[in-house]
């Protein structure tokens, strides 16, 4: 606990010193991370290999081990992922606006770095080196909390960032690993809102659930994605149906893939066997409401199916006599993620665009848009579902905070 | 509990109908609701004064018991307020920006309500109309949870506005009172984040505190301020002397009053002692350090001083040697509000600007303009302390959120 203390001290005073560094300097050491990282390529696969052995040892399954593995393809990502964050516009120092006011004072408001945040994540190693990357760019000090299953290779990764960090005179402190496996520890990590400003969990709905629980941090909640895709009656069907079969089978295990398909009955009797056609070429299991069952072969949906997002080859569907239904149902069982509507109807899509509540709302497209590269952010730190600071992808920008710089010659106030 | 639930389910529906609403439907509203204020202040009085008699039996303070207080003159105030609001421009709707992304994808990201906000305030009953207005006018359903010294009062102002709702056929659960007094109940509203989306406590320190602690729902931390003035070796007297005579005693019980001063060596033997005459003329307790305390009588400043928001006639003095630890000395006791610098050196200024890490930093101008009416937002529902969503004085812009509206023509992604 002495030695947490010590560390979000540490990068209390490491902000001090980020949010002052020129783009240039902080491009320079992230070139110098991406260089250090492929340079020790040897020493971090050494370490990760004791965490899959450990991973293997403890049944790990095969997917998590492929999550935790490293291979030198992977580490030359994570150096180029450094590397394209150095490419972007540095946020910090903008000016957002300016008011002159009646009395004379001048008023800026300017983005600054958030301060301190706090990363918690599950086992993808490689995430140790983006969340850097980004948490520096815009001027923060970032404290990392990984998965306890890749302990070992975190600590290399961090300890290889520190020491280039080290070597352009730039304070190590801008990254700092909770090594600790204890439970605890994190616990009492989330509770020292005195120290640290944002905290981001990365993972699993769990994860981020008993984050936001336990946080007296202000939270960004990331990630849960049941994503719904209607088909209106005035759909064009050669738009709709590449548009659901890449939402839901382009990538199952995403939190942008859809999950759910909303129908019109008016168009109905035509659409669903052609859609079966389509996703029954990816063996994706169908789950329909009564009306649904009454046109395809397909498994029942429960209301339970409607809340689930799968993250596997299934869908369910329901289908609706209007537009207004659609609206509610979506509404009701929505993560607030991605929603996208499938018409050709342009009152139809204002409407959809209107009513929906969600950070992502789609007019003939697909929910596997919604992403920081695919937006044009350049990165991605996650995907906010939560309406406050940020909402949908998030990248530099979201990363920053703002500060009011006012300045007078004398003013007293009346 | 099953009466709270069934408000936040109501706030839930209702949000969706006040998101839609026409910023002249709502300036009409808030302007009938103003007259209703006005129409039923008898009712209203008596309410009140039942309040106040249940605080006098209660022993309660006479300072409090004023906040309690509503008159003619305080109720006509409340409905000037919202005939205000109705004149500010509605943030919804607003395009924030527009992307054009190469694969034709327009992406337009929007100002859009929050959804369901709940406030959480001590005895004024004022705030009850004030939080409607800004909350209203922003697109949101909100849910009041004020004190319960002021429940008469609250009760009867609450019921008046959703009258003059109803009247003009909008949802009354635009505002909602829980009227338990119960602290379970409030402790389980905070709990209630699948339907509210932002908490707001306004009040003292522990009120805050407690919210924080509490909380699952996001929460804007607003109030606190430990607020500095640091004057320059290059400070022109005639600026300081009249900013730091209206920034502690202008109104002290406020949180954008000065607390500190931070002195440069190099002046403080002139300075001193006209500030002395400056403060003493306002009876203003002065706690000095022991450089302080070399040049003028006073008392001894601890540490403690150094971090207390008095709101009071006192205030604490720290010498220092250069501007570098003035800033440290700040950074460190800060609650980061607001800070201000006397200076006729252009680099000391930028300096301060730069590194002070507050809300709101200043140039020879006086803390008290951190204020959502001097900055002209028009309206004001706090000022915020922390670093997420909002920094500073919060308008109704700072009530809202963003959704990203996509339009395509069948895009998916590869």
Known sequence: MELLIRMVKNASVAKYELQKLSA????????????ALVRERERI???????IERG????????????LRLTDERIRGMAGGLREVALLPDPVGEQLEEIIRPNGLKIEKCRVPVGVIGII???????TADAFGLCFKSGNAVILKGGS????????????IR??????GITEDAVQLIES???????????????VDLLIPRGGAGLIRSVVESSTIPVIETGTGNCHIYVDASADFSKALPVIENAKTQRIGVCNACESLVIHEAIAGKFLPELAKTLGAHRVEIRGDDRTQEIITCSPATEEDFATEYLDYIISIKMVSSLEEAISHINRYSTRHSEAIITEDKDAAEKFLNEIDAACVYVNASTRFTDGFEF?????????????????????????????RITGNGQIRA
Request: with cysteine; hydrophobic share 30%.
């Open 45 to 51: 696969l050494t370490e990760n290999k004791k965490d």
């Open 181 to 195: 496996t204890d439970r605890s520890v994190t616990r009492e990590f989330m509770r020292l809102k005195e120290y």
């Open 24 to 35: 240039a300097r902080k491009n320079q050491a992230l070139n110098r991370a991406a260089d």
């Open 56 to 67: 293997e040892a403890n049944q790990m399954s095969q997917g998590l081990i492929d999550r």
């Open 163 to 168: 020491a280039a960090l080290r070597e352009e």
């Open 149 to 160: 299953d890749a302990i070992c290779s975190n600590k290399a990764i961090t300890s290889v």
């Open 376 to 404: 044009g952010f350049g990165a991605e730190i996650g995907i906010s579902t939560q309406k406050l600071h940020a909402r949908g992808p998030m990248g530099l920008k979201e990363l920053t905070s703002y500060k009011y």
């Open 121 to 127: 994540y599950e086992s993808r190693p490689n995430v």
